[in-house]
């Protein structure tokens, strides 16, 4: 029987390195797509954030409200306002990270 002691092959490695680089390359398109719904989560919360913040300020001054607010870069068109039936609405628009266009609306509920 051949006693090889003397560490790895040349083809040993090669073999290692490779599994190791087709493992890594598969994982970077999981790890992008997580990092793409990251974003867009910060996005969507920031903007509910600013709703609510408008929200109060409206509680306090009995107003309507037309403002944008940029943060990190990206714009929010906020809009608080009564509507023809003495409905008051509250939307928010922003842009996604793949640029479309996403609207949040609340509106208020008469109680019954």
Known sequence: ????????????????FSLILFLTA???PVLFHLLHLLKNSELEFNSHRLLYESLEKVLLQNSSIE???????HPYHVILNETEKGVWMACVDYKNTENKRKQYCLEEVEPQ
């Open 26 to 28: 598969s994982a970077f």
């Open 67 to 73: 403002k944008t607010v940029t943060e990190d870069g």
């Open 1 to 16: 029987m051949y006693d090889n002691q003397r560490g790895f092959t040349v083809m040993e490695a090669l073999l290692s």
